[in-house]
T-cell receptor, first 111, second 112 residues
Framework: GENVEQHPSTLSVQEGDSAVIKCTYS??????FPWYKQELGKRPQLIID???NVGEKKDQRIAVTLNKTAKHFSLHITETQPEDSAVYFC??????????WGAGTKLIIKP | DADVTQTPRNRITKTGKRIMLECSQT?????MYWYRQDPGLGLRLIYY???????NKGEISDGYSVSRQAQAKFSLSLESAIPNQTALYFC???????????FGPGTRLTVL
């Protein structure tokens, strides 16, 4: 069935370094790929998204890349800061316009 | 996002009890969703509704039912709660599909 795999499950980086989280999807009809950030005890919130007609999108320190041929997309965070510590979720749309979610990556920023 | 609200925020109930979780939104979105979040499993879709007359089952609908009372209100019911339904439940809305989903604050449900 449709699924989205997300890696790693936990990522620990030094403050100021870059962080990369990767997701792969199975549904070739997927055309929308959002990334959400969930801080402890809070609701998930969109941080960036990309549609299938674009290969890369940037917003300040955050970027997402998409490789439709390989069916994978990645979140890149540069110059990480303590406030980047959170759980990050990727998702991919399916042919019924639902979102299929990855299991999440806990990002830890070490001071 | 204060435009999507959920009640109650926390609930402890006993096995076999019926419970209703409510979601309201002032964003004017037609599309609403109920998700369940368990540690290490991400978000799993329970039910979704693309308008008042459209209700669809998601990945894990067994043991749950929903009601879309109006464009702004979408309720989730557990007819006979069981302990493995202990989880964090989120309601979400979107203007289109697929599109940005806006989440409520969540309801933490514990079934004893």
């Amino acid at each position: 069935g449709e699924n989205v795999e997300q890696h790693p499950s936990t990522l620990s980086v030094q403050e100021g370094d870059s962080a990369v989280i990767k997701c792969t999807y199975s549904d070739s009809a997927s055309n929308y790929f959002p990334w959400y950030k969930q801080e402890l005890g809070k609701r998930p919130q969109l941080i960036i998204d990309i549609r299938s007609n674009v290969g890369e999108k940037k917003d300040q320190r955050i970027a997402v890349t998409l490789n439709k041929t390989a069916k994978h997309f990645s979140l890149h965070i540069t110059e990480t800061q303590p406030e980047d510590s959170a759980v990050y979720f990727c998702a991919a749309s399916n042919s019924n316009y639902q979102l299929i979610w990855g299991a999440g990556t806990k990002l830890i920023i070490k001071p | 996002d204060a435009d999507v609200t959920q009640t109650p925020r926390n609930r402890i109930t006993k096995t076999g009890k019926r419970i209703m979780l409510e979601c309201s939104q002032t964003k004017g979105h037609d599309r609403m969703y109920w998700y369940r979040q368990d540690p290490g499993l991400g978000l799993r879709l329970i039910y979704y509704s693309f308008d008042v007359k459209d209700i669809n089952k998601g990945e894990i609908s067994d043991g749950y039912s929903v009601s879309r009372q109006a464009q702004a209100k979408f309720s989730l019911s557990l007819e006979s709660a069981i302990p493995n339904q202990t989880a964090l439940y989120f309601c979400a809305t979107s203007a289109g599909a697929p599109d940005t989903q806006y989440f409520g604050p969540g309801t933490r449900l514990t079934v004893l």
